[in-house]
Protein backbone atom coordinates (compact mmCIF):
# COMPACT_ATOMS: atom_id res chain seq x y z
CA UNK A 1 0.00 0.00 0.00
CA UNK A 2 1.31 3.62 -0.63
CA UNK A 3 0.64 6.57 0.86
CA UNK A 4 -2.48 9.01 -0.25
CA UNK A 5 -0.48 11.85 -1.86
CA UNK A 6 -2.48 15.18 -0.74
CA UNK A 7 0.78 16.60 1.34
CA UNK A 8 3.31 18.49 -1.25
CA UNK A 9 6.38 17.80 1.19
CA UNK A 10 10.28 19.01 1.42
CA UNK A 11 12.72 15.91 0.53
CA UNK A 12 13.89 15.92 4.09
CA UNK A 13 13.14 12.98 6.78
CA UNK A 14 13.40 14.21 10.07
CA UNK A 15 14.42 11.56 12.81
CA UNK A 16 15.35 13.40 15.89
CA UNK A 17 14.70 17.08 18.01
CA UNK A 18 16.18 19.08 20.49
CA UNK A 19 14.65 22.44 21.72
CA UNK A 20 14.23 24.12 18.83
CA UNK A 21 16.71 21.79 16.62
CA UNK A 22 16.22 18.90 14.25
CA UNK A 23 17.97 16.51 12.65
CA UNK A 24 17.13 14.90 9.15
CA UNK A 25 17.93 10.89 8.66
CA UNK A 26 21.33 12.13 7.27
CA UNK A 27 22.35 13.73 10.33
CA UNK A 28 22.39 17.39 9.38
CA UNK A 29 21.04 20.28 11.84
CA UNK A 30 18.19 22.29 11.08
CA UNK A 31 16.67 25.89 12.87
CA UNK A 32 12.94 24.94 13.48
CA UNK A 33 11.56 28.04 13.54
CA UNK A 34 7.88 26.83 11.98
CA UNK A 35 7.19 24.02 14.96
CA UNK A 36 5.23 22.17 12.68
CA UNK A 37 2.38 24.69 12.13
CA UNK A 38 2.78 26.34 15.72
CA UNK A 39 2.49 22.92 17.33
CA UNK A 40 5.69 22.44 19.24
CA UNK A 41 5.57 25.31 22.02
CA UNK A 42 7.73 23.97 24.68
CA UNK A 43 10.78 22.29 22.20
CA UNK A 44 11.33 19.16 20.90
CA UNK A 45 11.57 16.01 23.23
CA UNK A 46 11.64 18.83 26.56
CA UNK A 47 12.88 16.06 29.22
CA UNK A 48 9.75 16.96 31.89
CA UNK A 49 7.60 16.01 28.83
CA UNK A 50 9.13 13.19 27.83
CA UNK A 51 9.71 11.64 31.19
CA UNK A 52 5.70 12.57 32.36
CA UNK A 53 4.27 10.61 29.05
CA UNK A 54 6.87 7.88 29.29
CA UNK A 55 5.51 7.55 33.19
CA UNK A 56 1.93 7.76 31.79
CA UNK A 57 2.23 4.81 29.55
CA UNK A 58 3.53 2.57 31.64
CA UNK A 59 0.46 3.28 33.98
CA UNK A 60 -2.51 3.65 31.61
CA UNK A 61 -2.51 4.94 28.40
CA UNK A 62 -6.38 5.12 27.63
CA UNK A 63 -9.68 4.53 28.92
CA UNK A 64 -12.50 5.80 27.46
CA UNK A 65 -14.77 8.65 28.90
CA UNK A 66 -17.26 6.46 30.62
CA UNK A 67 -14.90 6.68 33.90
CA UNK A 68 -13.99 9.64 35.90
CA UNK A 69 -10.10 10.08 34.55
CA UNK A 70 -8.78 12.25 37.28
CA UNK A 71 -6.28 14.05 34.64
CA UNK A 72 -8.62 15.96 33.16
CA UNK A 73 -9.58 18.06 36.49
CA UNK A 74 -5.74 18.49 36.98
CA UNK A 75 -5.38 20.03 33.36
CA UNK A 76 -8.50 22.24 33.80
CA UNK A 77 -7.04 23.34 36.50
CA UNK A 78 -4.00 24.56 35.13
CA UNK A 79 -5.71 25.86 31.80
CA UNK A 80 -7.76 28.13 33.82
CA UNK A 81 -4.41 29.41 35.89
CA UNK A 82 -2.81 29.97 32.74
CA UNK A 83 -5.46 31.75 30.59
CA UNK A 84 -6.91 33.30 33.72
CA UNK A 85 -10.36 32.13 33.06
CA UNK A 86 -10.33 29.79 36.26
CA UNK A 87 -14.58 29.43 35.94
CA UNK A 88 -14.79 28.33 32.54
CA UNK A 89 -15.49 24.55 31.97
CA UNK A 90 -13.51 22.43 29.72
CA UNK A 91 -14.44 19.85 26.94
CA UNK A 92 -11.25 18.18 25.71
CA UNK A 93 -11.04 16.15 21.84
CA UNK A 94 -8.37 15.79 19.84
CA UNK A 95 -7.93 18.50 17.21
CA UNK A 96 -8.19 21.57 16.54
CA UNK A 97 -11.26 21.44 13.43
CA UNK A 98 -12.62 18.60 16.49
CA UNK A 99 -12.68 21.77 18.32
CA UNK A 100 -14.05 24.22 16.27
CA UNK A 101 -16.75 21.70 14.88
CA UNK A 102 -17.98 20.84 18.50
CA UNK A 103 -18.01 25.25 19.64
CA UNK A 104 -20.15 25.93 16.73
CA UNK A 105 -22.45 22.94 17.41
CA UNK A 106 -22.19 23.94 21.34
CA UNK A 107 -23.16 27.68 20.05
CA UNK A 108 -26.13 26.18 18.06
CA UNK A 109 -27.51 23.88 20.92
CA UNK A 110 -27.30 27.09 23.24
CA UNK A 111 -28.93 29.28 20.79
CA UNK A 112 -31.42 27.11 18.97
CA UNK A 113 -30.31 28.77 15.85
CA UNK A 114 -28.22 27.73 13.19
CA UNK A 115 -26.68 30.97 11.07
CA UNK A 116 -22.91 30.91 11.37
CA UNK A 117 -20.79 34.62 11.08
CA UNK A 118 -17.15 33.74 9.88
CA UNK A 119 -14.90 36.20 7.79
CA UNK A 120 -12.87 35.85 4.43
CA UNK A 121 -9.32 34.55 4.84
CA UNK A 122 -10.82 32.11 7.77
CA UNK A 123 -8.99 28.76 8.32
CA UNK A 124 -11.38 26.90 10.96
CA UNK A 125 -9.92 23.25 9.57
CA UNK A 126 -11.23 20.48 7.45
CA UNK A 127 -14.41 18.65 8.89
CA UNK A 128 -17.69 19.07 8.28
CA UNK A 129 -19.14 22.33 9.53
CA UNK A 130 -15.12 23.75 10.52
CA UNK A 131 -14.59 23.39 6.93
CA UNK A 132 -18.24 25.25 5.83
CA UNK A 133 -16.93 27.90 7.77
CA UNK A 134 -13.24 28.13 5.89
CA UNK A 135 -12.65 30.61 3.33
CA UNK A 136 -11.25 27.81 0.94
CA UNK A 137 -13.34 26.74 -1.77
CA UNK A 138 -10.44 24.50 -3.06
CA UNK A 139 -11.15 22.44 0.12
CA UNK A 140 -15.16 22.61 0.83
CA UNK A 141 -16.59 19.02 -0.48
CA UNK A 142 -19.93 19.76 -2.24
CA UNK A 143 -21.27 17.69 1.10
CA UNK A 144 -19.69 20.46 3.54
CA UNK A 145 -21.37 23.13 1.33
CA UNK A 146 -24.23 25.03 3.41
CA UNK A 147 -25.96 28.57 3.43
CA UNK A 148 -26.09 28.65 7.08
CA UNK A 149 -22.10 30.23 7.39
CA UNK A 150 -21.91 33.87 5.66
CA UNK A 151 -18.50 35.28 5.09
CA UNK A 152 -17.20 39.05 5.92
CA UNK A 153 -14.41 41.27 5.54
CA UNK A 154 -12.24 40.58 7.75
CA UNK A 155 -11.47 43.57 9.98
CA UNK A 156 -14.67 45.52 9.14
CA UNK A 157 -16.98 46.65 11.85
CA UNK A 158 -19.26 48.40 9.47
CA UNK A 159 -20.03 45.03 7.26
CA UNK A 160 -20.44 43.06 10.75
CA UNK A 161 -22.88 45.92 11.93
CA UNK A 162 -24.85 45.65 9.04
CA UNK A 163 -24.88 42.03 9.56
CA UNK A 164 -26.44 41.36 12.53
CA UNK A 165 -28.66 44.37 12.09
CA UNK A 166 -30.71 42.37 9.31
CA UNK A 167 -30.07 38.74 10.94
CA UNK A 168 -28.53 39.38 14.55
CA UNK A 169 -31.58 37.60 15.93
CA UNK A 170 -31.00 34.39 13.71
CA UNK A 171 -27.37 34.18 14.32
CA UNK A 172 -26.15 31.10 16.49
CA UNK A 173 -22.54 32.41 16.68
CA UNK A 174 -19.62 34.48 15.64
CA UNK A 175 -16.36 32.97 15.03
CA UNK A 176 -13.11 34.60 14.37
CA UNK A 177 -9.09 33.51 14.66
CA UNK A 178 -7.16 36.32 17.07
CA UNK A 179 -4.44 36.11 13.79
CA UNK A 180 -5.49 34.32 10.92
CA UNK A 181 -2.33 32.17 10.48
CA UNK A 182 -3.18 30.05 6.74
CA UNK A 183 -4.27 34.12 5.38
CA UNK A 184 -0.61 35.04 6.13
CA UNK A 185 -0.35 35.61 9.72
CA UNK A 186 -3.40 38.97 9.69
CA UNK A 187 -4.17 40.32 13.17
CA UNK A 188 -7.33 41.25 14.34
CA UNK A 189 -7.87 44.46 15.16
CA UNK A 190 -9.19 45.03 19.37
CA UNK A 191 -11.55 47.21 18.22
CA UNK A 192 -13.10 44.79 15.68
CA UNK A 193 -12.75 41.79 18.30
CA UNK A 194 -15.13 44.23 20.89
CA UNK A 195 -17.42 45.12 18.39
CA UNK A 196 -18.00 41.21 17.70
CA UNK A 197 -18.70 41.12 21.35
CA UNK A 198 -21.05 43.91 21.33
CA UNK A 199 -23.09 42.31 18.54
CA UNK A 200 -23.38 38.81 20.04
CA UNK A 201 -24.43 40.80 23.76
CA UNK A 202 -27.09 42.26 21.72
CA UNK A 203 -27.95 39.94 19.89
CA UNK A 204 -27.82 36.72 22.10
CA UNK A 205 -24.98 34.75 19.62
CA UNK A 206 -22.08 33.29 20.99
CA UNK A 207 -18.44 34.34 20.62
CA UNK A 208 -16.41 31.63 19.52
CA UNK A 209 -12.31 32.38 19.76
CA UNK A 210 -10.29 30.36 17.68
CA UNK A 211 -7.18 30.15 19.28
CA UNK A 212 -6.25 27.03 17.62
CA UNK A 213 -3.00 28.61 16.17
CA UNK A 214 -2.75 31.72 17.89
CA UNK A 215 -3.66 30.58 21.52
CA UNK A 216 -1.55 28.18 24.06
CA UNK A 217 0.77 32.14 24.94
CA UNK A 218 2.00 32.33 21.59
CA UNK A 219 1.37 35.86 21.37
CA UNK A 220 2.19 36.68 24.89
CA UNK A 221 -1.23 36.46 26.34
CA UNK A 222 -2.58 32.51 26.69
CA UNK A 223 -5.13 33.79 24.21
CA UNK A 224 -4.64 36.30 21.39
CA UNK A 225 -8.57 37.62 21.27
CA UNK A 226 -7.75 38.76 24.97
CA UNK A 227 -5.47 42.00 24.03
CA UNK A 228 -8.89 42.92 23.23
CA UNK A 229 -9.86 42.84 26.73
CA UNK A 230 -13.38 41.46 25.81
CA UNK A 231 -13.96 37.85 27.12
CA UNK A 232 -14.97 35.22 24.10
CA UNK A 233 -17.93 32.63 25.06
CA UNK A 234 -16.03 29.75 23.67
CA UNK A 235 -12.21 29.56 23.50
CA UNK A 236 -10.95 26.59 20.96
CA UNK A 237 -7.43 25.40 21.23
CA UNK A 238 -5.45 22.54 20.27
CA UNK A 239 -1.48 22.23 18.70
CA UNK A 240 0.48 23.98 21.25
CA UNK A 241 -1.27 22.59 23.97
CA UNK A 242 0.08 19.31 23.28
CA UNK A 243 3.18 19.90 22.15
CA UNK A 244 3.25 17.17 19.55
CA UNK A 245 0.45 15.09 21.19
CA UNK A 246 -3.13 15.29 19.26
CA UNK A 247 -5.09 17.30 22.18
CA UNK A 248 -7.87 20.11 21.46
CA UNK A 249 -10.04 21.75 23.57
CA UNK A 250 -12.99 23.53 24.03
CA UNK A 251 -12.97 26.52 27.12
CA UNK A 252 -16.69 27.30 27.93
CA UNK A 253 -18.29 30.30 29.82
CA UNK A 254 -19.93 29.56 32.80
CA UNK A 255 -23.31 30.98 31.61
CA UNK A 256 -23.34 28.25 28.80
CA UNK A 257 -25.27 24.63 30.69
CA UNK A 258 -23.73 21.47 29.51
CA UNK A 259 -26.28 18.32 29.32
CA UNK A 260 -25.47 14.54 29.10
CA UNK A 261 -24.65 13.66 25.34
CA UNK A 262 -24.47 17.26 23.97
CA UNK A 263 -21.08 16.60 22.94
CA UNK A 264 -18.98 13.27 22.94
CA UNK A 265 -15.60 11.72 21.68
CA UNK A 266 -13.74 8.60 21.88
CA UNK A 267 -10.19 10.12 22.44
CA UNK A 268 -10.45 13.54 23.78
CA UNK A 269 -8.98 13.90 27.11
CA UNK A 270 -7.70 10.09 27.44
CA UNK A 271 -5.18 10.18 30.23
CA UNK A 272 -2.09 10.31 27.39
CA UNK A 273 -3.34 12.93 26.07
CA UNK A 274 -4.07 14.64 29.14
CA UNK A 275 -0.94 13.86 30.69
CA UNK A 276 0.96 15.52 27.65
CA UNK A 277 -1.17 18.82 27.42
CA UNK A 278 -0.21 18.96 31.82
CA UNK A 279 3.06 18.45 31.27
CA UNK A 280 3.28 21.56 28.47
CA UNK A 281 1.24 23.71 31.13
CA UNK A 282 3.97 22.88 33.64
CA UNK A 283 6.87 23.67 31.93
CA UNK A 284 5.03 26.95 30.55
CA UNK A 285 4.43 28.34 33.94
CA UNK A 286 8.17 27.48 35.03
CA UNK A 287 9.67 28.86 32.51
CA UNK A 288 7.19 32.00 31.88
CA UNK A 289 6.86 30.99 28.52
CA UNK A 290 3.78 33.49 27.77
CA UNK A 291 6.12 36.44 29.15
CA UNK A 292 8.94 35.21 27.02
CA UNK A 293 7.06 34.62 24.08
CA UNK A 294 6.38 38.63 24.32
CA UNK A 295 9.61 39.62 24.92
CA UNK A 296 11.62 37.31 22.77
CA UNK A 297 8.64 38.29 19.68
CA UNK A 298 9.05 42.08 20.39
CA UNK A 299 12.70 41.45 19.88
CA UNK A 300 12.33 39.75 16.59
CA UNK A 301 9.93 41.85 15.40
CA UNK A 302 12.55 44.67 15.79
CA UNK A 303 15.05 42.58 14.08
CA UNK A 304 13.01 41.77 11.19
CA UNK A 305 12.80 45.34 10.03
CA UNK A 306 16.47 45.40 9.19
CA UNK A 307 15.33 42.83 6.27
CA UNK A 308 15.69 44.55 2.80
CA UNK A 309 12.74 44.11 0.27
CA UNK A 310 9.92 43.45 3.19
CA UNK A 311 6.26 44.81 1.71
CA UNK A 312 4.85 44.23 5.19
CA UNK A 313 5.90 43.03 8.94
CA UNK A 314 2.49 41.39 10.74
CA UNK A 315 2.03 39.51 14.09
CA UNK A 316 2.23 39.78 17.53
CA UNK A 317 4.27 37.69 19.95
CA UNK A 318 6.29 34.85 18.18
CA UNK A 319 3.27 34.46 15.50
CA UNK A 320 5.06 36.53 13.04
CA UNK A 321 4.36 36.90 8.76
CA UNK A 322 7.08 38.81 6.34
CA UNK A 323 5.23 39.76 3.17
CA UNK A 324 7.54 40.02 0.30
CA UNK A 325 6.87 41.75 -2.90
CA UNK A 326 8.32 38.94 -4.58
CA UNK A 327 7.65 34.64 -5.05
CA UNK A 328 9.13 33.02 -1.91
CA UNK A 329 9.41 29.70 -3.99
CA UNK A 330 13.12 30.16 -4.32
CA UNK A 331 13.71 31.44 -0.30
CA UNK A 332 11.96 29.11 1.07
CA UNK A 333 13.91 26.25 -1.19
CA UNK A 334 17.33 27.65 -0.35
CA UNK A 335 16.13 27.85 3.49
CA UNK A 336 15.84 24.37 3.94
CA UNK A 337 18.34 22.87 1.64
CA UNK A 338 21.16 25.50 1.91
CA UNK A 339 20.77 27.25 5.62
CA UNK A 340 19.22 24.25 7.06
CA UNK A 341 15.94 26.57 8.23
CA UNK A 342 12.30 25.28 9.17
CA UNK A 343 9.96 27.95 8.21
CA UNK A 344 6.35 28.10 7.32
CA UNK A 345 4.38 30.42 4.53
CA UNK A 346 1.34 31.41 3.56
CA UNK A 347 0.72 31.88 -0.16
CA UNK A 348 3.16 32.78 -3.18
CA UNK A 349 4.11 35.99 -1.02
CA UNK A 350 4.88 35.52 3.07
CA UNK A 351 6.87 33.57 5.51
CA UNK A 352 5.33 32.24 8.46
CA UNK A 353 7.49 32.01 11.79
CA UNK A 354 6.08 30.41 14.78
CA UNK A 355 8.71 28.83 16.70
CA UNK A 356 8.75 27.07 19.94
CA UNK A 357 7.44 29.88 22.65
CA UNK A 358 11.33 29.24 24.92
CA UNK A 359 13.79 30.55 22.05
CA UNK A 360 16.17 33.48 23.00
CA UNK A 361 17.73 35.84 20.87
CA UNK A 362 20.69 33.41 19.26
CA UNK A 363 17.47 31.76 17.63
CA UNK A 364 15.99 34.81 16.58
CA UNK A 365 19.02 36.54 15.48
CA UNK A 366 20.04 33.65 13.17
CA UNK A 367 16.66 33.71 11.76
CA UNK A 368 17.10 37.54 11.04
CA UNK A 369 20.88 37.14 9.79
CA UNK A 370 19.51 34.16 7.46
CA UNK A 371 16.26 36.20 6.00
CA UNK A 372 18.78 39.36 5.60
CA UNK A 373 21.09 37.42 3.03
CA UNK A 374 18.20 35.74 1.04
CA UNK A 375 16.17 38.74 0.55
CA UNK A 376 19.23 40.80 -0.97
CA UNK A 377 20.18 38.24 -3.58
CA UNK A 378 18.69 38.86 -6.91
CA UNK A 379 18.85 35.08 -7.80
CA UNK A 380 16.45 34.67 -4.88
CA UNK A 381 14.16 37.38 -5.37
CA UNK A 382 14.41 38.17 -9.19
CA UNK A 383 15.09 41.88 -8.37
Same mark, same amino acid.
Given at each position: ???????P?Y???? +?K????????????Q??????G????????????? +?E???????????????????? @? @???????? *???????????? +?S??A?A????? *?????? /???????????????????? #??A?????????????D? #? /?????N?? @???????????? @???A? $??E??Q??????????????A???????????? #?????????G???R????????????????? *??I??????????????????????? /?T????H???????? !???V????S???????????? =??R????????????R???I???????????? *???????? !?F #???????? $???????? $????EA????E +?L????????V /?G =?
Open positions: MKMFDVYRDVSI +VGEGSKVWDSDGNYLDMYGHAVISIGHTDPHY +VTLTKQLSDIGFYSNSVRIDK @Q @QELAQLLG *KLSGKGDYRLFL +VSGENENAL *KLASFH /TGRKKIVAFEGAFHGRTSLA #VATDNPAIVAPVNRTN #V /TFLPFDE @QALAAYFAQYGD @QTAV $IVGIGVAGIRVAGESFLRIRRHCDSSGALY #VADSVQCGCRTGYYSHDWAEADADIYTMA *KGGNGFPVGAIAIAPHIEPKYGMLG /TFGGTLACAAAIA !VAEMLKDLVDNAAAVGKYL =MELKEVPNVGELRGGLMGIEFPFDTAEMK *KRLVYRER !V #VGSSGKNT $IRLLPALN $IGRWDRIV +VKKLASDPT /T =M
